[in-house]
Nanobody, 123 residues
Framework: QVQLVESGGDSVQSGGSLRVSCVAS????????MVWFRQAPGKEREGVAV???????TYAESVKGRFTISRDNAKNTVYLQMNSLKPEDTVMYYC?????????????????WGQGTQVTVSS
């Protein structure tokens, strides 16, 4: 009954922008921190951005200043706005949720995961 469904992945040109979304259901959304991870084949999962229920955020250094995470608690939705995209941003992006208000990228803290959405950035 707990579901996280990502959408919005697409193919864009380098320097372009894209927004991906994650709709949550089946749990008390406001009590959970929401996080975007990304993972390329053969690589470790990388935390991208975290947003708490009170909308406090933190970002990986690699995306700081380019990406913005936000949440609409009325819609149980978290967004990742990606600007100035680079070819190295070409990975699968995953939405995850963990109970509590903290700002970490430790994947063990997140109990619920979506299936991912693919972002491709061409040079």
């Amino acid at each position: 009954q707990v579901q996280l469904v990502e959408s919005g992945g697409d193919s864009v040109q380098s320097g372009g922008s894209l927004r991906v979304s994650c709709v949550a259901s089946g749990f008390t959304y406001v009590d959970f921190s929401m996080v975007w991870f990304r993972q390329a084949p053969g690589k470790e999962r990388e935390g991208v951005a975290v947003v708490q229920g009170n909308c406090r955020t933190t970002y990986a250094e690699s995306v700081k200043g380019r990406f913005t995470i936000s949440r609409d608690n009325a819609k149980n939705t978290v967004y990742l706005q990606m600007n100035s995209l680079k070819p190295e941003d070409t990975v699968m992006y995953y939405c995850a949720a963990g109970r509590g208000w903290w700002l970490y990228f430790n994947s063990r803290l997140y109990s619920y995961w979506g299936q991912g959405t693919q972002v491709t950035v061409s040079s």
